[in-house]
């Protein structure tokens, strides 16, 4: 069971703001920041960068401060009685990057939506939204420990999103790189390096799994699949797609149809 007391997205303080409760709250306390913060850790003050979080349980002193111009965040304060909450090994009291931050972000804004209103699933609709919330958060800190999480990666992982997000665009390597400000050489190597794919093994991951879905699910023409997947020519479509799955469009279309149909 799960209480959600109040929830807040984009909570914006001047440059003078402190939150200091050195008792605690008598709830759980999740902050997760926007811009770069100083946090008591470990009996002192330490700064940590933007898209952080930390989660406070009941009874442990809070402290935290803005450390620039504004200090921005998303913060939720509950109770749970949970093992997803009280089980999930996570620090208490020390923050961690988080790798997802635009997913987390949008987890907070449906809270907040939950929170504001009477649904009529609201309590599970709130569960699962925490849950997975945690889940993402669970991902970011057993990464925590094997790489370091940089502003540069949130730039590629936003590429990585439009890429899976829009199969369809004219991608090309040049256009990749002016997204994320870096120079096309760098951009695969960097990219091959955080996501262990280059960029345009990735493009076409997107459009094959595109592809597969219209396949299976619609009736457009391969002709028209190819199009809506971001291929010029529909030679090219087949060619490439019977390279990643060791079919053509068509006979994938008639084994796997006729499984779903049988």
């Not at 209103?117 to 970011?140: A, H």
Request: aromatic fraction near 16%.
């Amino acid at each position: 069971m799960t209480e959600i007391f109040y929830v807040e997205c984009d909570a914006t303080h001047p440059d003078s703001f402190v939150f200091d409760i050195p008792n605690g709250h008598d709830c759980w306390l999740l902050v997760f920041t926007k811009t770069p913060a100083v946090f008591w850790v470990e009996n002192r003050l330490r700064e940590y960068p933007a898209y952080s979080a930390i989660l406070y349980r009941p009874h442990q002193k809070i402290y935290y401060r803005a450390c620039a111009d504004q200090y921005i965040n998303n913060w939720l304060r509950f109770a749970s009685d949970e093992s997803y909450v009280s089980d999930a090994p996570l620090p208490f009291g020390v923050p961690f990057s988080v790798k997802d931050p635009e997913y987390c972000h949008q987890l907070f804004q449906l809270l907040v939506c939950e929170h504001s209103f009477t649904n009529t699933f609201k309590q599970s609709s709130v569960n699962y939204l925490l849950r997975i919330l945690f889940n993402k958060l669970l991902e970011s800190y057993e990464s925590h420990f094997s790489e370091e999480v940089t502003p540069q990666y949130y730039n590629l992982l936003k590429l990585r999103t439009a890429i899976y997000s829009n199969p369809g665009r004219n991608w090309t390597v040049p256009k990749m790189a002016e997204m994320v400000h870096i120079s096309p050489g760098y951009l695969q190597v960097v990219y091959k390096k955080t996501f262990g794919v280059s960029p345009m093994s990735d493009v076409i991951n997107s459009r094959i799994r595109s592809a597969k879905e219209y396949l299976m699910h619609s009736s457009y023409s391969v002709a028209e699949i190819a199009d809506r997947c971001g291929y010029l020519h529909v030679e090219h479509f087949c060619r490439q797609f019977k390279q990643v799955t060791g079919f053509s469009p068509r006979e994938y279309h008639r084994r796997f149809r006729s499984r779903t149909e049988a």
